[in-house]
């Protein structure tokens, strides 16, 4: 793993830093709750779409700018850096659009890839139900074919953005008398439609960030299928590995912000002569560059292999578990305020308690990490 830019790296990295400096997003709203914030992020995706920059890595032919895997790295870097905010279809950006490039017909990258970019047509991803989180091959949601149509049924839950989303990225079993796995179809399904109710689900930030997914048959034509019918499996784990991979270089970026916030507030209040506060920051530190160093050793992984690795769990988990472990700690460094609705730091504190439910939890991917990247025997559970 060679961590050096080469001559164009770094003139790729100094491109996109001259941009962000010069093109600053607008200050987030304070009034109009998460509808305005949305629109924020949805607004500051069509300039980066405008510059060129909402996606650098996707090809040049559907948008992007062929960035290698390394300036994709450094782009999710920068951006982190620069503390702007996400794009309001990272979804698309990141799990939608590689799946399509992959999986998706030519029609269908010419119908749907652009729209992506631009944040014309938001994106959700409908996995999860009530009954199949981390087993999502137990899915209960059912397609039947109609003629060139197919009638869905079901639910879906933890369904981020759905509320401003146009297309969902839902996997439905159309075969009930195969093998779990290979019953499932990926599909592509139209969220403006009477037969799909969005019902948000109110967290302790009180953000409506996820939502739930009621499906009373649904309609989606048979071209809107990705891959195949019965191949959904193959076709959702390569949006997940995508998922897990994607956002790793975000992630430690905005860690690490957080952990130099902390600290800053620990030297005003004279808490890194304390040996315990000290001890805590350091190892956080040790972490957030572990995590670093990991999230660069995936895109090796990527070059080497040609797609993501278990090794992305490896990145969510710790994260999750980093980010967590220091958000309590700035409770106790910053002290009221970091319990005090409406701050940042609450905020922070409050949203870590899902960090290691989100995105696989942490036991599955304890589970992925011990057999896909040790090695070591699947788990047999006694009855």
């Keep these: 793993m ?7 790296e770094i003139a790729f990295r100094d491109e996109l830093r001259g941009w962000l400096a010069a093109n600053q997003p607008d200050a987030a709203p304070v009034d ?20 060129g920059w909402a996606a650098p890595a996707w090809p040049v032919e559907y948008g992007g700018r062929g960035a290698s895997l390394t300036e994709s790295a450094i782009y999710y870097e920068e951006i982190g850096r620069s503390r702007s905010p996400l794009a309001a279809n990272t979804l698309g950006l990141l799990l939608g659009g590689p799946t399509l490039m992959v999986w ?20 959700c991803q ?34 981020s953005g759905a509320q401003y989303s146009k297309w969902c990225m839902l996997v439905a079993r159309t075969d009930g ?59 959702a784990l390569t949006t997940l590995m995508n998922e897990r991979a994607g956002l790793g270089f975000a992630l430690q970026i905005r860690l690490r912000q957080l952990l130099d916030d902390t600290i800053a507030v620990a030297a005003e209040r004279g808490l890194l002569e304390d040996p315990v506060y000290a001890d805590e920051l350091a190892e956080l530190h040790t ?40 958000t309590q700690l700035a409770v106790d460094i910053v002290g009221p305020a970091a319990l005090t609705a409406g701050t940042s730091w609450s905020y922070e504190f409050l949203r870590a308690r899902g960090n290691t439910i989100e995105g696989g939890t ?16 699947r788990l047999k559970v006694a009855v």
């Design 32 to 51: 109009g709750g998460e509808d305005a914030q949305y629109q924020w992020r949805r607004d500051w995706q069509r300039r980066l779409y405008d510059a």
């Design 287 to 326: 972490r957030c560059e572990s995590i670093r160093l990991l999230a660069w050793k995936g895109l090796t992984d990527v070059e080497r292999y040609g797609q993501p690795g278990p090794e992305g769990s490896l990145v969510k988990w710790l994260w999750s578990d980093t980010n967590q472990r220091l």
């Design 126 to 159: 409908g996995f999860s139900e009530p009954e199949a989180g981390s087993d999502l091959a137990s899915l209960k949601t059912r397609a039947v074919k109609d003629g060139e149509e197919w009638v869905v049924t079901g639910q879906k839950v933890w369904t």
């Design 362 to 377: 942490t036991e599955v991917l304890k589970n992925i990490v011990a057999e896909r990247v040790l090695g070591l025997p």
């Design 104 to 123: 998706g017909t030519d029609e269908q990258k010419e119908r749907y890839l652009p729209p992506i970019l631009s944040a014309e047509e938001i994106w």
């Design 177 to 235: 008398d195969v093998p779990k796995h290979k019953g499932l179809t990926y599909f592509l399904m139209d969220m403006e439609q009477d037969a799909v109710q969005v019902r948000p689900l109110r967290q302790i930030t009180g953000e409506d960030e996820f939502n739930e997914l009621f499906i009373e048959e649904a309609r989606i034509p048979d071209a809107n299928v990705i891959g195949g019918v019965g191949n959904g499996w193959k076709v």
């Design 2 to 8: 060679d961590l050096t830019f080469s001559p164009q």
